[in-house]
């Protein structure tokens, strides 16, 4: 198979842009809207670090505890990478950079995809949540039930209708002809597929999150128990590694970055499905020490047994494993890279 040049590709864009039977709609317009939108995201992000700062500061000394200022770190740790993420694609959009509209475009179907099944499992969670919080605050039925509608308007729009709207605007061809018209030069994501583009987020979201856990105490399911600590760490530690090195090699489309997400995948499956097939839920938020408020309202919901969890599990990584096997011949062999 002939992997394209970096001439085939500027000829290409020339030819796109000069032809008339190829016209294409500019959408300029389109994308410095869209990449304000996403700096106005970033800086929102942004904010909310000193504003949960303020906020922890003004708590009162004798209901502030550690686990409060430990569950603070994930919060800006998230907060601030979303910063830089949304101000530097938004940029890039802005500049028509071929690199960014390709990232933005593959970073919200990632976040479309995890926020139909956040809002999913939102549906199914929040009338026994809304049930016992209007016990404790003693609010009537409406009072709830406009609590509920508000709170699934705002997740719809954050998880669904937000990036729905990117995914339709970047994955215009218009937009894709418009960057490629502005931005002639060759592109580390020009060689990179789609799909392969947003298996390569995963990884990369995957490696990230991992400095979170120092909130949590390290703790990880393995294999049918929890570990912490410095084992917790270590492990944690390998794979911030190991998730890293998978961005790496899924962007270039080399073989051993799939057969590495394959291994992970199903490591990871069996050690999820083990281990909360023998710890309850309830047992896996006290090891990581949420804050009491958090754990005591967890503990008053119906939650899942064992079996539930492991068999959601087991659906997680199985659907993943499907994608897997889905973008398995967009991978390059050895003897393709030595054709090319």
Known sequence: MR???????????EDLSDRPNVAF??????????????????VFCALLVPLSLVALTFTPASMRSSADLRSMIPAVVLYLFMAVVFIVLGIGSIRARRWACDLMLSLSWVWLLTGICTLVLAWLLMPSLLSEMGSSAGLPPGGMLLVGLVTTAILSFVYVLLPGAFV?????????ATCRARDLRVQWTDDCPPRILSL????????????????????????????????????????????????????????????GGVFVTVVAAVSSVLTFARIDLLDFYRAIELPADQLA?????ATPGRGTVALLWLVVWGSFLAYLASVRKLFRTPAAKADG
Request: hydrophobic share 70%; glycine share 8%.
């Open 25 to 42: 709609e500019d959408r300029s317009l389109g994308l410095l809207i869209f990449g304000i939108f996403e700096i106005l995201i970033g």
């Open 200 to 259: 390569a987020v995963v990884w990369a979201i995957t490696a990230v999150s991992v400095l979170v856990m120092p909130a949590y105490r390290f703790v990880m399911p393995f294999f049918g128990v929890l570990v912490d600590g410095a084992v917790g760490a270590v492990l944690w530690l390998l794979v911030l590694i190991v998730f890293a090195a998978l961005a790496w090699g899924t962007c270039r489309r080399r073989l051993w970055a799939w057969w």
């Open 297 to 301: 309202l967890l503990s008053a919901l």
């Open 3 to 13: 992997i394209l040049s970096a001439a085939d590709i500027l000829g290409a864009v």
């Open 168 to 176: 339709l605007f970047y994955r215009s061809p218009h937009v894709i």
